[in-house]
């Protein structure tokens, strides 16, 4: 049957990083029978496969959007990382969460990328990405209300399975469950309502102007990738318009607020060019150095509180100030680079939010298009309710 045909190539390739594909030698079966396949029942149960495989194919095609550069390298490395290695540590659920998307991605841009003639290199890709959604989909089932179900160990162990049907080794928990999640949003209720303020008088760093870019995530919530690409520019009112290219969402591209000048923002005054000429001072600021230096400026003045002050900690407060000052869910998304407005229900709490602060914005600009009223499609990204919580903060 045809399935011989496709064993013989169980293990993965590698993807390459602009996303061409590594094809297998041209085999066409137009016109003839295949040798492998010396029935008639063999060679139409072949045909029909072989249909199936074209026709979703070109449905995939049609729907598939690529992820942004950021996403795609990370996606690609992280799939070919393991290919190639034929290892992989599976050590939290956030890496569960981050390999299974890595190989659904590298696994849909392989496929769609067989070119016609390659019949044989169309059903071996068909075929492993049916054996991956067979596999990750084994435990989730759909119940009332279109929400989906999960199990304590959040898929590692149908994950786990898969992998090693490839070949490819994984290390993780033995018990496949993970402990629970030590959420970044029950940590804001730990902190002073000024945690911001003294985080930012207490940034020294050899980086420059590394102090300007806590202050702008702080104000507008953004991710710390993001940082580099926030532009500052005055408003014709003299307040202060600051704007980032979104990372994830390709719909969302960029985005941006108008924040007042206070004593919280006015050291970004001097960073800020004219309202046509946007400037991009942070260029210089990386991702892992903001966090890196956020976490030790955070073990100094908070030593007590755990985790650690990240990134995340500003974006979460963000939420908590648009809440709490009645901000409606698709500015809250507008804000946040969020192309559905369920998704800011992960981000903050009211009760944590502060609309006295002097760090919620004026007006948030109608940067992109949010569709309303749509439920998240997958359970297993979204943060539980944080129960336990005192009623007010010190």
């Known amino acids: 049957m045809y399935e011989d045909l496709l064993r013989s190539d169980s293990t993965p390739s590698t993807v390459s990083l602009v996303g061409e594909t590594s094809q297998p030698s041209p085999v066409s079966l137009a016109g003839k029978t295949d040798p492998g396949l010396n029935s008639r029942e063999a060679n139409g149960a072949f045909e029909r496969r072989l249909r199936d495989a074209r026709s979703a194919q070109l449905l995939r095609r049609d729907s598939w959007v690529e ?168 408003s014709e009112g003299g307040d202060l318009c600051i704007t980032v290219v979104t990372l994830k969402s390709p719909k969302a591209p960029k985005r941006g607020a108008i924040f007042p ?50 990134p995340s900690s500003f974006r979460n407060q963000a939420a908590s100030d648009a809440k709490q000052a009645g901000a409606t869910r698709e500015q809250i998304a507008l804000l946040l680079g969020h192309t559905c407005d369920e998704e800011q229900k992960v981000y903050g709490r009211a009760r944590y939010g502060s609309s006295k602060g002097g760090w919620a914005p004026k007006a948030v600009l109608q940067s992109h298009d949010v569709q309303l009223n749509r439920p998240l499609m997958d359970f297993w990204d979204q943060e539980q309710p944080d129960r336990n919580y005192p009623s007010e903060r010190a």
């Not at 994950?159 to 993970?178: E, K, M, W």
């Open 261 to 310: 000048v206070n004593e919280n923002t006015k050291r970004l005054v001097n960073l800020a060019g004219p309202p046509d000429q946007p400037f991009a001072p942070f260029g210089h600021v990386g991702a892992k150095q903001l966090a890196n230096s956020l976490r030790r400026i955070s073990l100094k003045v908070f030593p007590d509180v755990q985790p650690p002050i990240c």
């Open 67 to 234: 992820r942004t550069p950021e996403t795609h390298k990370c996606y690609v490395s992280r799939y070919n990382k393991a290919a190639s290695s034929k290892s992989v540590l599976l050590t939290t659920r956030s890496l569960v969460r981050g390999m299974r998307a890595a190989i659904a991605y590298c696994l849909n841009l392989k496929f769609i990328q067989v070119e016609p003639w390659d019949d044989i290199g169309l059903l071996r890709q068909y075929g492993q990405l049916q054996a991956f959604e067979r596999a990750t989909n084994s435990r989730r089932k759909v119940v009332k209300g279109g929400t989906r179900a999960k199990d304590e160990d959040s898929g590692y162990q149908e994950l786990a399975d898969y992998l090693r049907s490839t070949g490819i080794s994984v290390s993780g928990p033995v018990s496949g469950v993970f402990p629970a999640r030590q959420g970044r949003v029950g940590s804001l209720r730990k902190l002073p309502r000024d945690w911001r303020e003294r985080i930012i008088a207490a940034t020294e760093s050899r980086i420059p102007n590394l102090k300007e870019a806590v202050t702008s995530m702080a104000a507008n919530g953004c991710r710390p990738g993001e940082v580099a690409s926030t532009e500052i520019s005055t």
